[in-house]
């Protein structure tokens, strides 16, 4: 059929329309969970009028597994539209445990009051964005106009001013200049002169997944712990009778996790993003895994479980060796999920009557783990570090025994300028954040052919 050249033109232009509208829709969503939170807004929709403009999404998958849909936010390049022949490395970064998951009655009963918390506190997935502020170090140090230490420097401070205008940084938190000194002065490139050349990381994807408070692993039964939730939907509202009474007292709840298999779920999610989801053509199958507290427990035992899988990973302040976590009394008023990962959790019993599966244990620990693969010197894939501060012994002492057998010396980060006393906080991740993107930036460009790097 013979079509008019002004006819051609016409549909042409209609298809742009329509795919730059298409492009609008995409990366400019609001958060399903927290619509009128001015962070996510800022990052998930940004406005013309925002110096720094952040491809970030949040996307939902049901997982077969936990029987739940699951959301996660993912994290592109700046020239993702643009240069649509690229492909990236995947990295990975889990949250820790999330405290307000436990607690008094009237917080855990409502679902009003569930998704207050949640909008509030941003745990889960939502802290390596909105605590450690990921999206914006990364954009900052893939930035090729920063050439020295001393642009990253000031661009990450233009950035988090920025960002503070939005409602991105708490009251209690260092301003955006500390904050960036934090990042490169005190930490990325320390006591050196910060007119040195700088060198922007790999261009990369980053995911963060919800990992609940399942310590990214199978629960050693096979069981839930929670009570059937009503609720399907990846935002964490439940309902009465969902909630888990936990300890002898009859107002200490848990809120509903799927707790299960979530070192499956994590490999489901793996295999979801690189074969089902929009962004699968566009991923390079070289990836790394790094996470915090119990995300850094996650990221180093499962990437020493399945090294085929992951080029590096890394851990801050993780529990790098979880058979010191004896103490039952502890566990059971703080962390009891870990109980029943583990062992047995029986609620409204004294703790002696929970119980531990050594075996279990040993199979998921991180050192065990690392010994049983034969490495014995710190290798260039993998990197830890933890406080002086930490507050918990379970986390130093676990620390210190995953370097004495690696003879790697100390990997503990004394306290400094801005980086919350080097204790158990977000500030202190945050201050470590570039050192982690450097590490698996390098990691990605070892692997990779000249013609995949960007």
Request: glycine share 8%; hydrophobic share 35%.
């Amino acid at each position: 059929m013979k079509v008019s050249r002004g006819y051609g033109f016409f549909w042409i232009g209609f298809c742009a329309l329509v795919l730059l509208a298409g492009s609008i829709v995409a990366f400019g969503a609001q958060h399903p969970c927290c619509p009128e939170d001015p962070e996510l807004s800022y990052l998930l929709s940004p406005k013309p009028s925002q110096k720094y403009q952040y491809r970030v999404r949040y996307e939902t998958f049901f997982s077969t597994l936990l029987d739940k849909e699951k959301g996660f936010f993912i994290i592109l390049p700046e020239d993702f539209s643009k240069n649509p022949n690229a492909r990236y490395p995947v990295l990975f970064l889990l949250h820790g445990y999330n405290f307000h998951r436990t607690g008094l009655w009237w917080k855990t009963y409502l679902p009003e009051k569930a998704r207050r918390v949640l909008c509030e506190m941003k745990e889960e997935e939502y802290h390596w964005l909105l605590h450690e502020d990921i999206a914006v170090i990364v954009y900052g140090m893939m930035d090729a106009k920063n050439r020295t230490y001393r642009d990253l420097e000031k661009s990450l401070g233009e950035r988090f001013q920025e960002l503070s205008q939005y409602g991105g940084l708490s009251k209690g938190d260092y301003t955006p200049k500390e904050i960036a000194q934090s990042i490169v002065s005190h930490n990325l490139h320390p006591q050196r002169n910060l007119n040195d050349p700088f060198h922007p990381i790999q261009k990369m994807v980053i995911v963060l997944p919800d990992g609940d408070n399942g310590f990214y692993t199978d629960e050693n039964e096979g069981k839930r712990l929670f009570p059937e939730t009503k609720s399907r939907k990846a935002c964490d509202d439940f309902h009465q009778g969902d909630a888990l009474n936990y300890s002898l007292f009859p107002f200490f709840y848990m809120k509903p996790g799927a707790l299960g298999k979530h070192e499956s779920y994590f490999l489901e999610l793996l295999q979801y993003i690189e074969s089902q989801s929009p962004y699968r053509e566009r991923l390079l199958r070289k990836r790394g895994l790094g996470g915090i507290s119990m995300g850094g427990f996650g990221a180093i035992k499962l990437g020493l479980k399945y090294p085929h899988f992951f080029q590096s990973m890394s851990s801050q302040s993780g529990l790098l060796d979880i058979e010191l976590l004896q103490d039952k009394w502890m566990l059971k008023m703080i962390m009891p999920e870990f109980l029943e990962v583990f062992g047995r959790l029986e609620p409204s019993r004294l703790p002696s009557s929970s119980s531990f599966d050594l075996k279990h244990i040993q199979a998921n620990n991180p050192l065990a783990l690392i010994k049983k693969r034969g490495v014995n010197q710190l290798p260039d894939w993998l990197y830890f570090d933890y406080g002086s501060k930490e507050g918990f012994d379970g986390i130093t002492g676990g620390n210190i025994n995953f370097e004495k057998f690696l003879r790697g010396g100390s990997h503990q980060i004394p306290m400094q300028p801005f980086n919350g006393k080097s204790g158990h906080n977000y500030q202190f991740w945050r201050s470590r954040s570039g050192n982690i993107l450097q590490h698996h930036s390098d990691a990605f460009q070892k692997v990779l052919a000249p013609a995949h790097r960007q």
